[in-house]
C-alpha cells in the first residue's frame, strides 16, 4: 500500500519504491533552457522528474541528469526519473521501442515511473517521419485525430514487459476516468504505482482519488496552480477564473502561515499525501515551491480550500470530438 514516510517528503508506492510529494514538471519547458532547470532543481533538492515523450525535450531533460550525476550531486538511485508512452505507440508492438527510444533520449537505464500518457490510442506515427508525432495524424495543429484499434488491455500487457525486462520499475496511468481504473484493476498482472491527473482547488476530484488511494495507487496532481498552468493554451477559459495565486481564499491563508499562495496551493495536496509536479523558470519560486512542506494547514484551512471546487477541467480529451476525422 502507499504509506507516507514524513522525514523525507516521500510516501513508498505499493511496489515498496519510494516517490517524492514534490516534483519538478517538464510539460511546456523549452528545449533551450531545459538541461540547466533540471540540473539547477537536482542542486536545489529536487528528486522527482516528470517528463514525457510528447515534451520534446527529453533529451535536454537527460543532460541536465548527466551532468547533475558527474558532479556529485546526486545519485542515480536518489533520481525519480518519469516518462511517458505516447498515444500513437498504444499498438504492443510500439511499446518498447517507444520506452527505449525516452530512456535514450534520457541517457538512463530504466525509468522509476512510466505512465500511459492518456488512455487514447491514435494511428501510429513512425519517428522517423515524426517525433515527437502530436495529436494529429499529419502533425498539423488542426489535423484530423485519427483512432487506432489498440485495446487498453493490450496496451498494458505490453506496459508489463517493460517492468519483467528491467526497463520500468513501476507502470502507472494518466488522465484515466475511474470506470476505465476499475477495469483495469480486473485484469492487471502488475497493478498501477501511480495514477496521475490534472488536479487544483477549482478541480479538486474527490471521488477519483479515493478510488485510487482505494486500490492502493498513488496520485500525483499534474497543472496544480489551474488556471496560471494553461495560459497560452486555453485563454478564453482562464479569462473567466479568478486566478488562484490572488483568491482571497488562499491569500489569508498565505498570510497566516507567512507563506506564499504557491505553497498554500501545493500543501492542499501534499498534506493529503497527494505528489505534485509544478514548474518554474525562477530559481526562488523553484525553491519555495520545494517548501511547501514544512507547514501544515488546519483542518479549517483545508476545508476552505476544498470549498473552492467547481468542477473547472482545463486538460479535456473530449473537446477534441470535432477533430476525429477517421469517424466523420
Known amino acids: 500500500m502507499v504509506s507516507k514516510d514524513s522525514t523525507s517528503g516521500t510516501v513508498k ?13 517538464l510539460w511546456k519547458v523549452p528545449q533551450e ?15 522527482l522528474l516528470d517528463g514525457a515523450a510528447d515534451y520534446d525535450n527529453e533529451v535536454q531533460a537527460g543532460e541536465g541528469v548527466t551532468r547533475a ?18 498515444n500513437t505507440y498504444h499498438a504492443a ?3 518498447e521501442a517507444a520506452c ?45 485525430l485519427e483512432i487506432e484499434n489498440s485495446p487498453f488491455h493490450e496496451t498494458w500487457k505490453a506496459m508489463e514487459s517493460l517492468v519483467d525486462l528491467g526497463l520500468v520499475r513501476n507502470i502507472a496511468i494518466s488522465n484515466m476516468p475511474g470506470g476505465m481504473i ?12 501511480v495514477l496521475q491527473v490534472e488536479l487544483h482547488p477549482y478541480l479538486s476530484q474527490v471521488n477519483l482519488v479515493r478510488l485510487a488511494q482505494a486500490f492502493k495507487i498513488h496520485v500525483t496532481a499534474y497543472s496544480s496552480f489551474g488556471p496560471t498552468s494553461w495560459v497560452g493554451i486555453s485563454d478564453t477559459v482562464v479569462a473567466k477564473c479568478e486566478p488562484l495565486f490572488t483568491h482571497s481564499t488562499i491569500e489569508k491563508i498565505a498570510k497566516d502561515h507567512s507563506a ?3 505553497q498554500v496551493i501545493l500543501r492542499w495536496a501534499t498534506q493529503r499525501t497527494i505528489s505534485v509536479i509544478p514548474k518554474s523558470s525562477s530559481s526562488e519560486r523553484l525553491k519555495g515551491n520545494l517548501e511547501n512542506e514544512k507547514f501544515d494547514l488546519t483542518e479549517e484551512e483545508i476545508k476552505a480550500v476544498d470549498e473552492l471546487n467547481v468542477n473547472l477541467r482545463f486538460a479535456d480529451p473530449a473537446a477534441a470530438d470535432a477533430r476525429l476525422g477517421v469517424y466523420a
Open 13 to 25: 508506492l505499493a511496489s515498496g519504491h519510494s516517490y517524492p510529494l514534490t516534483g519538478l514538471g
Open 33 to 47: 533552457s531545459c538541461a540547466e532547470l533540471v540540473y539547477g532543481s537536482l542542486k536545489l533538492g529536487y528528486r
Open 69 to 86: 550525476l558527474k558532479e556529485g550531486i546526486v545519485k542515480r538511485e536518489d533520481v525519480t526519473v518519469v516518462s511517458k508512452l505516447w
Open 93 to 95: 508492438q510500439h511499446v
Open 100 to 144: 527505449r527510444r525516452s530512456l535514450q533520449d534520457w541517457n538512463v537505464d530504466y525509468f522509476d515511473v512510466y505512465y500511459v500518457h492518456m488512455p487514447i490510442s491514435l494511428k501510429y506515427v513512425d519517428p522517423k517521419v515524426r517525433y515527437p508525432p502530436g495529436w494529429s495524424y499529419d502533425g498539423t495543429p488542426t489535423g484530423a
Open 182 to 193: 476499475m477495469d483495469l484493476m480486473a485484469y492487471a498482472r502488475i497493478k498501477p504505482a
Open 260 to 262: 506564499t499562495p504557491a
